[in-house]
């Protein structure tokens, strides 16, 4: 068993830069205590161009010689407080994937090196060796870990962490075949990249999603490939499993979203419903599903992000409308409680809040601090007595990897805070509401008055 030490953030970060003209690099304990000292407030986001444009002239510009990104001071809002608490220059290649387990970061990258951190001081554990490099897509599970690499495989790993960290390959998936003198690809392997994974815990299923337009269900119990079928059109770009009906979501290049159900006490997969309201590729969904509500949301090509609300007693999803804000492309999504992060081409990290009971959504920030698209994005739950908090890992295309600390304030303190710190002309302050709504959701609300 190869184990590879302990490793900071810091021991990575590219030393390119002159250290003459470098500032003093911080440790992350010396990082994390600027940030409890100096946390950032976000502004809601504006309601008028002339509103942006001045609050832009306010960012301090960022230091390009730093190898630590805080975020800029900024007009304080009640609202939500974020910070980025690390930052770190890949030397091995651009990061697709980022999975979260058992308080590991996982990390996967054009190398054949799966890196494992630790949450949220970000000290790195150690790293799986694989046999093949450019893992594509990471999902974890308990102590179990799927990694999808260059070869179209899937490979399950075990890990273990105590005082080291441990980890042992358990299958490849499909399984080798057993005429060692006569190898060939097997017929239930994808032909073709595979770009994205689900887990549907219940029945141990694993769904895998290719660029050769296929969806695959692999059961772990005796490692067999149940079903296969062509989903899409195009490439599968990403997939998810609601974990309370076992339903699969599958998105695409061709521009659609689509719902398939397993057959009741069979093994294949029917088409229940096609999403379709645009002609730009879908890149990411990602599900939000709470005790009264179960949210879908794709990220597409054309900067928007649509979502749909299941209907309690039909179960069929209706479109709510669409999150606007996005420049270019939206590459990644990640939701978690009330929260959506969306990840986009524009190099921005945007934090949307869905009202409670409503299909209303509100931009809270914009993380600006990378220089190249986000490529992956992963967000956990950190509760810190009354205020809900959460750490944000990102990776982008320029090769860096970051930590943010986010931290959703109560309804009942940001109306204290209103009080306590600003006149009543701040308390009547405008904040632009996304999404722009779909006509037959507000004719809907207004049938109810639910606007007066």
């Known amino acids: 068993m190869e184990f590879y030490g302990t490793n900071t953030l810091h021991?990575?970060?590219?030393?390119?830069?002159?250290?003459?003209?470098?500032?003093?690099?911080?440790?992350i304990r010396a990082h994390l205590d600027m940030y409890e000292q100096d946390l950032q407030f976000s502004p809601g986001r504006p309601s008028s161009p002339r509103a942006s444009a001045n609050m832009r002239s306010m960012f301090p510009p960022?230091?390009?010689?730093?190898?630590?990104?805080?975020?800029?001071?900024q007009t304080p809002s009640p609202a939500l407080l974020y910070n980025c608490i690390a930052s770190l220059h890949r030397q091995e290649g651009n990061i697709y994937s980022i999975a979260l387990?058992?308080?590991?970061?996982?990390?996967?990258?054009?190398?054949?090196?799966?890196?494992?951190?630790?949450?949220p001081d970000c000290i790195e554990r150690g790293y799986i060796k694989a046999s093949s490099g450019e893992v594509?897509?990471?999902?974890?599970?308990g102590n179990m870990l799927f990694t999808t690499h260059r070869d179209c495989k899937i490979r399950i790993w075990n890990y273990t962490v105590s005082d080291n960290f441990r980890f042992k390959k358990i299958s490849t998936l499909p399984k080798r075949s057993s005429f060692?003198?006569?190898?060939?690809?097997?017929?239930?392997?994808?032909?073709?990249?595979?770009?994205?994974?689900?887990?549907?815990h219940a029945e141990g299923i694993l769904y895998t999603g290719s660029y050769d337009r296929t969806v695959k269900a692999w059961?772990?119990?005796?490692?067999?490939?149940?079903?296969?079928?062509?989903?899409?059109?195009?490439?599968?770009?990403?997939?998810?499993?609601?974990?309370?009906?076992?339903?699969?979501?599958?998105c695409s290049s061709d521009g659609s979203v689509k719902i398939w159900r397993r057959v009741y006490r069979e093994n294949s997969h029917i088409l229940t419903m096609t999403l379709k309201f645009q002609q730009s590729p879908v890149n990411a969904l990602a599900l939000s599903t709470t005790f009264n509500n179960c949210f879908l949301y794709s990220g597409s090509s054309d900067g928007t992000i649509n979502f749909w609300e299941k209907e309690k007693m039909s179960g069929r999803f209706n479109h709510g409308g669409f999150l606007h804000g996005h420049r270019f492309a939206v590459l990644c999504l990640a939701a978690i409680e009330k929260l959506v992060f969306s990840g986009s081409e524009d190099t921005t990290?945007?934090?949307?809040?869905?009202?409670?009971?409503?299909?209303?959504?509100?931009?809270?920030?914009?993380?600006?601090?990378?220089?190249?698209?986000?490529?992956?994005?992963?967000?956990?739950?950190?509760?810190?007595?009354?205020?809900?908090?959460?750490?944000?890992?990102?990776?982008?295309?320029?090769?860096?990897?970051?930590?943010?600390?986010?931290k959703?304030?109560?309804?009942?303190?940001?109306?204290?805070?209103?009080?306590?710190?600003?006149?009543?002309?701040?308390?009547?302050?405008?904040?632009?509401m996304s999404p722009v709504l779909s006509p037959s959701w507000v004719e809907k609300k207004r049938q109810g008055n639910q606007f007066e």
């Open 62 to 73: 960022g230091s390009p010689e730093s190898p630590w990104t805080l975020s800029p001071l």
């Open 408 to 432: 959703v304030m109560p309804e009942e303190k940001i109306c204290l805070d209103f009080a306590d710190r600003n006149d009543s002309k701040t308390r009547t302050m405008e904040y632009e």
């Open 219 to 250: 059961r772990l119990l005796d490692k067999k490939c149940v079903d296969s079928f062509v989903a899409h059109e195009s490439n599968v770009n990403a997939i998810v499993v609601n974990q309370d009906d076992g339903c699969l979501f599958t």
């Open 101 to 119: 387990s058992k308080g590991l970061v996982f990390t996967g990258s054009d190398s054949n090196r799966i890196r494992a951190w630790r949450q």
């Open 136 to 141: 594509r897509a990471i999902f974890a599970y």
């Open 349 to 406: 990290i945007r934090v949307w809040k869905r009202e409670e009971g409503s299909c209303f959504h509100e931009c809270l920030a914009v993380l600006d601090g990378h220089r190249g698209p986000v490529r992956c994005l992963a967000a956990s739950l950190q509760m810190e007595k009354i205020v809900m908090g959460f750490l944000v890992y990102s990776a982008s295309l320029d090769q860096t990897f970051k930590v943010w600390r986010v």
């Open 11 to 27: 021991d990575f970060m590219d030393d390119e830069s002159n250290p003459t003209q470098s500032p003093p690099r911080l440790s």
């Open 180 to 200: 060692l003198l006569f190898p060939r690809t097997s017929s239930q392997q994808h032909k073709d990249c595979v770009s994205c994974m689900a887990y549907y």
